[in-house]
């Protein structure tokens, strides 16, 4: 769409092309694989501990767990109870679940059966963390949410089998567009409901909540002590999470600050990455803002370099 | 170009529309699920397996204290040992920590500390008796830290637990 037809549309028509005009599924691919990688890789860390975490006699007790559990969902000991009949114990139930899941996410990766593939892996890692949730932090969560939106959504309409045999369509859709409106709006809540949140704490507004976090021995990869001396970093860096989680609300939408947001944003997980030892939570995190606001980007780049690489040697040559 | 909405991508978009304004209320803590009976149970049914009902206040308003907990074991001639609940992968150690700030909760203390002493029963069946200490860390501003002050773990909970002789019935079972 050039600037001029998009200057002469109505605000409800450019709302319209907004959600509705047809677009690749590239970047919920992008989704799809990150988001699928992580979880692998998160399934394999874990997979040595099934037994404290969600077994019989593990390190919290189904009658206190449940105390924090959902009423809507099942738990394990719920599908251990219905397979029981069938001579499964707790323990091999909980390992079947696990291999379903992984299985599924396997599936998800490479885009085979995608949708029944995400639905799966959905339910199963639903259940499994109304089992654990003592044990869940952030990354649960956004694994969650992710899961559900891979149900959902056409994320196995690019970069994925069903496409390659042509059981998907690859064209371009309407529903791949609102789909990603989605995601890029609710990327929006979350950054700016933590910020604004983290805003109202005295330790953000005084710029001494990075001390307290990285003093922790849980999340402080190294002596970070000498921050102590170093007062006005603390602050820079405490306000400049401020600064990137709200102002991912407004930043993130125009063309002539998306690119920078994105990189501040990444920028910042890798930071979390790096000095607190959260990796699954900050490459999660990197691959929801780098699937809905930077591949585009990141692709529309690829592509001008691909054209000028072919221009460039008939126009380096003066003669001609 | 102009993209008129089908009556289906109108439907979905409603959805959408729906769907974030639910995960707005959950980001935001606000209960608008209270209208009506009939209702709740379903969004709240709805909000729960899709993560619309999630909370996302890391760090914040505050940064919660760290905590650690520790073992000391007694075996029968009186020998002593200490355990924890660190772990080779750190994917593992992280979930340890959630458990912990969890362990604040009043009404499950017990509970959980009754349960990690049957792990450390399990872990080392020559042991007796279980000491479950958790600890909170106090740690110093940055001025009083240039000061001199240091971090400091105090007790935040200790309760010992004995193992049950062992009959056909309870050979897991401890006793506080």
Redesign the interface.
Known sequence: ?TSN?AAS?SAG?RL??F????SSAGPLAVFRIGVASLLLV?AW??A??LP??FGE?????S??SR??A?P??PRVDAVAGALAPLGISQAAGVQGLAVLYVVALVGLLLGIRTRLSAVVAWVVH?VLMNS?N?????VE?FA??SL?YCAVMPVGAAFSHDVSTGRLSGAPS??AT?SL??LQ??LC??YG??GV??A?????QDG??L???L????YGQFDF?W???V?WV?KLATWSTLVVEVGYVVCIWPRSTRGLWVLMTLGMHLGIAVMM????FSGMMAVLTFAAFGWNLFAEALSARARAAVVLPFHSHPAR | ??????PW?GL??GL?VL??LL??AG??HVPLLKATDAVT?WV??YA????AS??????????S??T?VSFELEGASGERLRDD?Q?D???????????LL?FMLP??RD??A???A??MF?RHPEARKVTVRVEA?R?P???A??GGGQ?EWTDAYRAVFERRIPTPSSV?AVTP
């Open positions: 769409m037809s549309l028509q319209a092309a959600i509705s005009a047809p998160q860390t874990l040595d501990s404290e975490l006699r593990g390190l919290v007790p009658s206190v105390s924090m959902s809507w969902v639903t654990g003592f044990f869940a932090y952030g969560t969650h949410i559900f309407a529903a609102l409106r989605v709006v609710h809540i979350i409901t933590t949140e983290k109202l704490g005295p330790v953000w001494t909540a001390w307290e976090v003093m922790q021995p849980q002590a921050l102590a001396s007062p603390v030892g959260l990796w699954l | 170009m102009r993209y008129p909405l089908s991508h979905l978009t959408a769907h974030l995960s707005a980001a935001l149970p709240q049914g729960q397996w899709t993560g999630s909370g996302f206040s890391f760090f914040a308003p505050g940064v204290p760290a650690r609940f772990y992968s750190s994917a593992v150690n992280v979930r340890m920590h959630s458990m969890r009404d499950s509970a959980l009754q349960a990690w049957a792990a399990g860390l740690l501003s940055m001025e830290h240039r971090p897991h």
